[in-house]
């Protein structure tokens, strides 16, 4: 299995563009969790989904960010207008069962 | 889920056992001792897990005392790809799903 794939692997956009960020869970893991990481703030879980319905995005900061997942092998975490403050390390993580948790190599977004 | 505290940072010679405590004396006992450990620029990476057995696998033990107020993961032969951050987190299994990481333990092997 090739594991938890994130894409882009960098990426860097002007502050006011959209960013979409993409992760491709293990197959077979019904759980797919976004995290971002930063210096000050550590690592923050954003949202979580179960069996591809959002569970809990009580950890997405704003409406800028917005997740979907269409089906079982795909899910996007858009931000919209971008930011600077938004400038992380973003992870995507796949579960199939809670807390055994593979992360893929994450997103660094830049914005400047 | 229990609080659980590790100190900040800590150093480890090659080689040697790499010890790293944590302390989660409030935690109660439906729940469970997750370690997970970050390599820089990657994403972190599931140890290890217990109730209040000891527990080994190909990556580490994990040592939990008999009160369950406190912990040890061992690096039994630590090399340098063990430096990381490592991360102790309470459980409660059955309860939310979510994991949520602390500042964990910076631990550095040198040479």
């Known amino acids: 299995d090739a594991g938890v794939i994130q894409s882009p692997r960098h990426e860097v956009t002007e502050m006011g563009q959209e960013v979409t960020l993409r992760c491709k869970p293990i197959?077979?893991?019904?759980?797919l969790f976004w995290y971002r990481q930063t210096m000050m703030r550590g690592l923050e879980l954003l949202i979580y989904?179960?069996?591809?319905?959002?569970?809990?995005d009580s950890g997405m900061p704003e409406d800028r960010f917005s997740a979907k997942m269409p089906n079982a092998s795909f899910s996007t975490l858009k931000i919209q207008p971008s930011e600077p403050r938004d400038s992380a390390v973003y992870f995507c993580?796949?579960?199939?069962?809670?807390?055994?948790?593979?992360f893929g190599s994450g997103t660094r977004l830049t914005v400047v | 889920d229990a609080k659980t505290t590790q100190p900040t940072s800590m150093d480890c010679a090659e080689g040697r056992a790499a010890n790293l405590p944590c302390n989660h004396s409030?935690?109660?006992?439906?729940?469970?001792v997750y370690w997970y450990r970050q390599i820089h620029s990657q994403g972190p990476q599931y140890i290890i897990h217990?109730?209040?057995n000891n527990e080994t696998n190909e990556m580490a033990s994990l040592i939990i005392t008999e009160d369950r107020k406190s912990s040890t993961l061992i690096l039994p032969h630590a090399t340098l790809r063990d430096t990381a951050v490592y991360y102790c987190?309470?459980?409660?299994?059955?309860?939310?799903?979510?994991?949520?990481f602390g500042k964990g333990m910076k631990l550095t092997v040198n040479p």
């Open positions: 993580a796949s579960s199939f069962a809670p807390f055994y948790y593979t």
């Open positions: 197959s077979g893991h019904d759980y």
């Open positions: 989904f179960n069996n591809n319905v959002p569970i809990d």
């Open positions: 409030t935690i109660s006992g439906n729940e469970y």
């Open positions: 217990g109730l209040k």
């Open positions: 987190i309470a459980l409660t299994q059955g309860g939310s799903e979510k994991l949520v």
